[in-house]
């Protein structure tokens, strides 16, 4: 059975449980990452189940967006499709997150013993996205025309070339 996942919850409770849970939160709602998209209009996607393991709860699921962003090559906006997996374990202190092996990704319960969605997902979010976002494989991207002025640039370097002018001098 799938449920609507609450906003912030605690996950012992959500463990007691065998549901899955979903949710689609605005992308506006996640700052750090709306900081590298140009769009944030669209939703984030997210599926997932919370199991006790040990003594820890475990949250497993996969969450899905559309990241719009400005190519670097050609200055064009265009969407990715982003999929991720995840597998969080809950801790209640930094100190008991860095304890933990390091195939372990960790996630901090609050002083509450709750988690926020928007943060539980965020990290791997930001993830996905490509350190240099580019269009791949798309013959229309190009080298967006720069404009600089007057000032002349050295092809080989992209810094202004102090012969540029001496040149044009001798050819006249
Ligand atoms: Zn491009």
Redesign the pocket.
Known sequence: MVKRAPSRFNPDLLARDASRYEAEIPLSQFTRLSELLLSTDGQLATNFGVNLRKDHCVIRGSLSFEAVQQ?Q??M?A?ATPITAEFELVCVTTQAEADALPDELDPVVLDENGQLHLVDLLEDDALLQLPDIP??VD?PS?QPGEQSFGDVQLNPANGKPNPFGALKDLKLS
């Open positions: 190519c090559r050609c064009e265009f580019k269009h798309d991207c």
